[in-house]
T-cell receptor, first 114, second 115 residues
Framework: SQKIEQNSEALNIQEGKTATLTCNYT??????LQWYRQDPGRGPVFLLL?????KEKRKERLKVTFDTTLKQSLFHITASQPADSATYLC?????????????FGQGTTLQVKP | DTAVSQTPKYLVTQMGNDKSIKCEQN?????MYWYKQDSKKFLKIMFS???????INETVPNRFSPKSPDKAHLNLHINSLELGDSAVYFC??????????????FGPGTRLTVL
């Protein structure tokens, strides 16, 4: 079955820099890939979705890329702020949208220092 | 208005007890899910219901039984609780359109501690 790997080590960056988080998957390329944000003690919140035929997707300071050759998605936060500190989860749908069965990575914790 | 709500937020109980967690969504979605997030923060799907029909049933001990009285509610009942059941349980909902994406909306979680 599909396996997703995210860097389990925390990422510490200085405010104003660009944070780049990596998500790798092992088997077939999913039809789309999602990114969520999770704050301590809260449920995940959807951020962005990218389809397999899209190379890049942007939303405000967020950018996601999807490389089906490398089996990898990169998640960028530009001009990072302390408020961006959270755990970021990538997820893919094993059912190609038919049942919504999401497989999540273990998440990468981002810490933005002022 | 809370989109996906869960009760209780915290649940502390003894081994061997039976407990239930309730979930409600007011988004009009047709699909609801239960996830378990363990101490290592892995979020793993357990069950999913679409219009009161069970559509995802992962390898979960049969002590766990979901029940969906209507498409806005999905409850999780756990029998004979074990120490390993301690985790945070999240409910989520989405509108599943076949072949399309489905952004999921998560509840605040229920932290279950089994002593």
């Amino acid at each position: 079955s599909q396996k997703i790997e995210q860097n389990s080590e925390a990422l510490n960056i200085q405010e104003g820099k660009t944070a780049t988080l990596t998500c790798n998957y092992t088997n077939y390329s999913p039809a789309y890939l999602q990114w969520y944000r999770q704050d301590p003690g809260r449920g995940p919140v959807f951020l962005l979705l990218i389809r397999e035929n899209e190379k890049e997707k942007r939303k405000e300071r967020l950018k996601v890329t999807f490389d089906t050759t490398l089996k990898q998605s990169l998640f960028h936060i530009t001009a990072s702020q302390p408020a961006d500190s959270a755990t970021y989860l990538c997820a893919l749908d094993e059912s190609s949208g038919n049942t919504g069965k999401l497989i999540f990575g273990q998440g990468t914790t981002l810490q933005v220092k002022p | 208005d809370t989109a996906v709500s869960q009760t209780p937020k915290y649940l502390v109980t003894q081994m061997g007890n039976d407990k239930s967690i309730k979930c409600e969504q007011n988004l009009g979605h047709d699909t609801m899910y239960w996830y378990k997030q363990d101490s290592k923060k892995f979020l793993k799907i357990m069950f999913s219901y679409n219009n009161k029909e069970l559509i995802i049933n992962e390898t979960v001990p049969n002590r766990f039984s979901p029940k969906s009285p209507d498409k806005a509610h999905l409850n999780l009942h756990i029998n004979s609780l074990e120490l390993g059941d301690s985790a945070v349980y999240f409910c989520a909902s989405s509108q599943v359109l076949a072949g399309s994406h489905n952004e999921q909306f998560f509840g605040p979680g229920t932290r279950l501690t089994v002593l």
